[in-house]
């Protein structure tokens, strides 16, 4: 059944024939038009950073909430539903009251060029400013300097998660270049909680930082990833790091106390899907055998790859056989060497209802060229279906290499509805 918010999104993609086109001026075109909610919002917390941008969020959300804050959250890409980019008080926004941003935005644009994130990012601005909460975390899309949600003036705090080589396109070739966009939500005397990072990219931060007069918090100089903090609920080594990022952060928000109580609960709680997600139930859990476990990843980039080699080093030793999709603005490789040799048999599958998904077939080349052994499938239950029948071992099952295939996953997996979009 279609979503009553579904007609006015489709129109949305279509006022701007990129996707992405990075600039500002659009966003602040329209954010006048609708006098200026931006400037009018509570104090934000704006996040960039190549990878952990979502689990950091997460984990702000659930420790403020668990103090008894409101929080409003903006984050991207959705899996299932488009509501999901926008919390309002602690609940997604409901469809009506996102049809009626949506349309209002909309009339307000008449037509002009703008980007489907950045008219969106709009949205979620006007909803923010009409909405009483204590605090907005902010997830920036791409880049920092000029996504659409640096159209905000101040800030309460930022926060650079790791930043590595991804969205070349946009962004530039060079880490260094990547981490000056990524430097681009810095603000004069707005303090910035840092992880650890590569030296070519902490130096350019560091330069940024001085210029703009931008207090840094460094991971390993000012706080450690070491420190003793409650254990956060999702997998892998990464989210310690993580969770000691949200808790330096947490630690230095002027304004704000989160208590260790309050700490321990919002770990404790935290739910972010398709982050070293185990599927236990549902009917493509109910695809494979028991004794071997299914798990959903979105990671796409040479960072998440590295994630997934470390949680795997971490876990007893089994056979893993891999389902991968990819957008064909990733670079496969990239993802598959650092855990390539983890890999007991690679199944690639092309994303369903994605004009820019390479091909199975295009995705097996790809990883043959690393030295790997890939079979194009013709979707993600066939695959499921030969692992169970052909791989004689218990072992683990991992969906991985995009977001957007995450997201099909997880609504076949849940309702069965899309059934029809899955090749069998």
Known sequence: MQNPTDPVLDRLTRLHPKLIDLTLDRVHRLLGRLANPHLSLPPVVHVAGTNGKGSVIAMLRAALEAADYTVHVHTSPHLMRFNERIRLAGKLIEDDALLALLEECEAENAGEAITFFEITTCAA??????????????????????????????????????????????????????AA????ILKPGVPCVMAQQPPEARDVILEIAAELGAPLFLEGRDWSSAQELPRPNLPGPHQIRNAALAKAALDTLPGFEVDDAALKQGFGQIDWPARLQRLTGGRLAGLVRPDLDLWLDGGH?????????????DQEPNP?????????T??????????????????????????????????????????????????????????????????????????????????????????SSWQE
């Not at 996504?147 to 800030?155: F, G, L």
């Not at 980039?301 to 080699?309: C, E, F």
């Open 181 to 184: 966009e990524k430097a681009g």
């Open 301 to 313: 980039n040479k960072a998440a790859g590295v994630t997934i080699r470390d949680w795997l080093d």
């Open 330 to 419: 990733k670079n496969p490789q990239d993802f598959l060497a650092p855990f390539k040799d983890h890999i007991t048999s690679l199944r690639t599958v092309t994303i369903p209802g994605e004009p820019a998904s390479l091909s199975a077939e295009e995705l097996a080349s790809k990883a043959e060229g690393l030295g790997l052994s890939a079979r194009p499938v013709s979707g993600v239950v066939p695959a499921l279906r030969e692992i169970s029948l052909e791989e004689s071992l218990p072992g683990r099952v991992l969906i991985a290499g995009s977001l957007y295939l995450a997201g099909k996953v997880l609504a076949e997996n849940g309702s069965g509805g899309l059934q």
């Open 320 to 328: 893993l056989h891999l389902v991968m999709g990819m957008l064909n």
């Open 125 to 178: 601005m006007l909803a923010f400013s009409r909405t009483p909460a204590d605090i907005v975390l902010l997830e920036t899309g791409l880049g920092g300097r000029l996504d659409a949600t640096n159209a905000i003036r101040d800030a309460a705090m930022t926060v650079i998660t790791p930043v590595s080589i991804d969205h070349q396109q946009y962004l530039g070739e060079t880490l260094a270049e990547i």
